[in-house]
């Protein structure tokens, strides 16, 4: 898959991870959605520790921890690779079931053992992961796009995998 196909849509977790245009016009429709219906969503905003945000020379190990957490959400929800980290789209969950499903993804990723490149080490990936819910945090996609980011930042640089929800941040 190329980067610039966005790849298989909802539902397909054969590897299927959104671009990042594709996953930001999927965020817009889906605030826009939710304020005509009244409905909410959460967004987390996730990076994988050992990747340097200012390199952009390791996307496959960002690219290969997004398919990994693909699998480990619900086939409604969305992940996609943006320029900021991996996002994923949790639809229908208040704040508080979303901090419960980056806690679970936390969680599990540092069980698996990743190999970077094919001739890469094997090793343990922690997250760093920011956490927003609409209509709470932000009332469209780069609000909250940006708030996720600031508390991407703040778990990153309280020492990564941790959690970090708009709230405490």
């Known amino acids: 898959m190329s980067e610039s196909d966005p790849g298989p849509q909802r539902g397909d977790r054969s590897g299927g991870v959104l671009s990042d245009d594709a996953f930001r016009r999927l965020l817009a429709l889906e605030a826009s959605r939710a304020i005509r219906y009244q409905d909410f969503f959460s967004l987390c905003l996730i990076r994988p520790d050992q990747l340097n945000p200012k390199d952009r020379g390791n996307e496959t190990l960002a690219q290969i921890v997004a398919r990994k957490i693909a699998e480990f959400v619900r ?15 949790l639809l229908h969950a208040a ?3 979303a901090l419960r499903v980056a806690e679970r993804l936390r969680s599990q990723i540092t069980n698996v053992r990743f190999q970077a490149e094919p001739a890469g080490t094997v090793g343990k990936i922690t997250l760093s992961v ?5 209509p709470r945090d932000g009332y469209n996609e780069r609000i909250l796009l940006s708030r996720a980011q600031a508390c991407l930042e703040q778990a990153a640089s309280s020492g990564g995998n941790r959690v970090v929800p708009a709230g405490e941040s």
């Open 75 to 89: 086939s409604s929800d969305v992940v996609g690779r943006l320029d900021e980290g991996i996002g994923v789209l």
């Open 130 to 134: 920011g956490e927003v819910s609409f």
């Open 95 to 97: 704040s508080g079931d």
